[in-house]
């Protein structure tokens, strides 16, 4: 069985930093087509943060270019979340998701992360 474990988040002042990460189990990330960071702010729609793909292509929002930045550890099964210049609209659960080899869409999703920006 394959597993998405998210971890890194917490409660920080504006302009303050985070790093999430996301553990795989069951599979070596190597295998998914991409693997990516999703949000959900409260009575919002999720929304894609950034994604990776095998070969390293990375995609953001506009909303978090030049700030956050994805990356990813085959050797540890492990992608990344790096988050700078945070802002209290970054406030959301973050959620790391995969897209397997015959997905069109990502379809393997971790239990979320927290993630509160303070003024």
């Known amino acids: 069985q394959v597993q998405l474990v998210e971890s890194g988040g917490g409660l920080v002042q504006a302009g303050g930093s985070l790093r999430l990460s996301c553990v795989a189990s069951?599979?070596?990330?190597?295998?998914?087509?991409?693997m990516g960071w999703y949000r959900q702010a409260p009575g919002k729609q999720r929304e894609l943060v950034a994604d990776?793909?095998?070969?390293?292509?990375?995609n953001y929002a506009p909303s978090v270019k030049g700030r956050f930045t994805i990356s990813r550890d085959n050797a540890k099964n492990t992608v990344y979340l790096q988050m700078n210049s945070l802002k209290p609209e970054d406030t959301a659960v973050y959620y790391c998701?995969?897209?397997?080899?015959?997905?069109?869409?990502?379809?393997?999703w971790g239990q979320g992360t927290q993630v509160t920006v303070s003024l």
């Open positions: 998701a995969a897209r397997r080899v015959f997905a069109n869409a990502y379809d393997l």
């Open positions: 069951g599979s070596s990330i190597f295998s998914f087509n991409s």
């Open positions: 990776i793909t095998r070969s390293g292509s990375t």
